[in-house]
C-alpha cells in the first residue's frame, strides 16, 4: 500500500461517510492491536476447539454420529470468528470499501476460509452419512477433514498475513506488537501437529521402557511381542518400533522447525517465542495419549531455544540460522530421551539414542538451508 493510499485510508475511517467513494473502493480499512490481538486469540481458541473433538476420539467419547458435543465446540469456535469477520466486512462495505478490499490487509483471506470451513463441514458430514465415521489414521488423511484442516488455517492465519502486509521486519518486535501472529503461527502449527498424531513421539512412546507390549497411537488395542514379525524377519516387534520411532522423530522435527525458522529469518522474535512454538503444538499432541510427563522437556526444550536466539539475536541468517536449525531439533530430541530415562526408563541402545538425535540435527540443518542457501553467501563474497 503506498503512502498515498495510507493517507487517504486513515482519514476515510475518521468519518462514517466517505466523501469519494470511488477513493475508499481503492484501499483498505486500517488495522487496530485490538482487531490483532482479538483474531489471533480466536485462532487459538479454534486449534483448542479442534484438540478437544481430537482428544474425544482418542478415549473413545465419541459414536457414529456427526452431532457431538465436540463438534458443536469446534464449529461454533470458527463461528464466533465469522461474527467479527462477516459483520466487519459488511459494515466496511457500506462505508464504500469494495468488498475484495472489505477488511484489512490479510484478512479476506480469513473470510474465504470461514467460508470453506463451512462447505468443508457439509461435505464432511455427507461423508460420514455415505462412509460411516472414520478412526485411526483414515481420521486424519480423510479427504473432507483435509479440507477443514485447509480452511481453519486460511480463516486462522489472518495475523501471520496481516504482520507480513504491515510490519516491517527490522523494526518490528516485541510482544505487543507480534504477539497475534506468534499466536496464529503457533496454532497452524499445533493444527497440522494434531493431523499428524499418527506420526508422533509425543504419542507414540517408542523409546520408552516397556518390554512387554507397545501401545499404538489412536487405538485402544494393544499389540503384543509375542506372535509379531516385522518386515526383517525379527519375531518381535523391536526393530519396526525403532525404525518407526526414528521417523516419527524426522516428521515432526521438519513440521516444527519449517515454521520456527522462517519466521526467525524473518522477524526479531521476542523472548518467549520458541518455547510457544515448540510446547504448545507439542503439548497438544502429549495430551492426546495422557503423556502429561512429556510437556516439561517439550517447554525446558523452546526455553533453550530462546536463550539461543536471543545470543544470536534474531533475525537470523547464515551461520546463525544453520546453528538453531542444528541444535534446536537435537535438544528437542534428547530432551524428551532424558525424560524417557529419568521417569518410565528406557530400551533403546545409545547408539539409537545418539543416532536418532543426530538425525533430528540434520533434519533441522537441511532445513535451515532450503531457507537460506550456504552458496549464496558464497556467490556474495566473491
Given at each position: ?25 481503492r484501499v483498505q480499512p486500517l488495522t487496530t492491536q485490538r482487531f490483532e490481538w482479538t483474531m489471533g486469540a480466536y485462532m487459538v481458541l479454534l486449534c483448542l476447539g479442534s484438540s478437544l473433538d481430537n482428544w474425544a476420539h ?325
Amino acid at each position: 500500500m503506498s503512502t498515498q493510499e495510507f493517507l487517504v485510508g486513515s482519514a476515510l475511517l475518521a468519518s462514517e461517510t466517505p466523501r469519494n467513494p470511488q477513493s475508499v473502493a481503492r484501499v483498505q480499512p486500517l488495522t487496530t492491536q485490538r482487531f490483532e490481538w482479538t483474531m489471533g486469540a480466536y485462532m487459538v481458541l479454534l486449534c483448542l476447539g479442534s484438540s478437544l473433538d481430537n482428544w474425544a476420539h482418542f478415549h473413545g467419547k465419541v459414536d457414529q454420529s456427526f452431532f457431538t458435543p465436540w463438534h458443536a465446540v469446534l464449529y461454533g469456535m470458527m463461528a464466533l470468528m465469522g461474527t467479527v469477520l462477516g459483520p466487519t466486512a459488511f459494515s466496511n462495505r457500506k462505508k464504500g470499501f469494495a468488498w475484495q478490499r472489505s477488511l484489512p490487509q490479510g484478512y479476506v483471506v480469513s473470510l474465504l476460509g470461514v467460508g470453506l470451513f463451512i462447505v468443508a463441514g457439509l461435505i464432511d458430514l455427507c461423508w460420514h452419512l455415505m462412509f460411516g465415521i472414520e478412526f485411526d489414521t483414515a481420521a486424519y488423511i480423510s479427504p473432507p477433514h483435509l479440507f477443514l484442516l485447509t480452511s481453519g488455517i486460511l480463516a486462522g492465519t489472518g495475523p501471520v498475513r496481516s504482520a507480513w502486509y504491515r510490519l516491517t521486519p527490522s523494526t518490528a518486535r516485541g510482544w505487543r506488537t507480534l504477539g497475534p501472529m506468534l499466536l496464529s503461527a503457533a496454532s497452524a502449527v499445533a493444527a497440522l501437529a494434531m493431523f499428524t498424531v499418527f506420526a508422533s513421539p509425543m504419542v507414540d512412546t517408542f523409546a520408552a521402557k516397556n518390554p512387554h507390549q507397545v501401545t499404538m497411537a489412536f487405538t485402544n488395542m494393544v499389540y503384543t511381542n509375542s506372535g509379531a514379525t516385522n518386515g526383517m524377519g525379527h519375531g518381535d516387534m523391536s526393530s519396526f518400533e525403532q525404525a518407526l520411532g526414528v521417523a516419527e522423530v524426522i516428521v515432526q522435527t521438519v513440521l516444527l522447525m519449517s515454521f520456527t525458522l522462517l519466521l526467525l529469518r524473518i522477524w526479531r522474535l521476542p523472548f518467549g517465542s520458541l518455547t510457544l512454538l515448540i510446547a504448545f503444538p507439542s503439548a497438544l499432541q502429549a495430551l492426546m495419549a495422557d503423556n502429561y510427563w512429556l510437556i516439561a522437556g517439550a517447554t525446558i526444550t523452546g526455553l533453550m531455544a530462546d536463550l539461543i536466539v536471543r545470543r544470536l539475536r534474531s533475525p537470523l541468517a547464515g551461520r546463525a540460522l544453520y546453528i538453531v536449525g542444528a541444535s534446536v531439533p537435537a535438544i528437542y530430541v534428547a530432551t524428551m530421551f532424558t525424560t524417557f530415562w529419568l521417569t518410565v526408563g528406557t530400551d533403546w541402545p545409545a547408539t539409537l539414542l545418539v543416532g536418532t538425535t543426530i538425525y533430528a540435527a540434520v533434519t533441522g540443518l537441511l532445513l535451515a538451508f532450503l531457507l537460506d542457501w550456504p552458496l549464496r553467501h558464497r556467490d556474495q563474497a566473491v
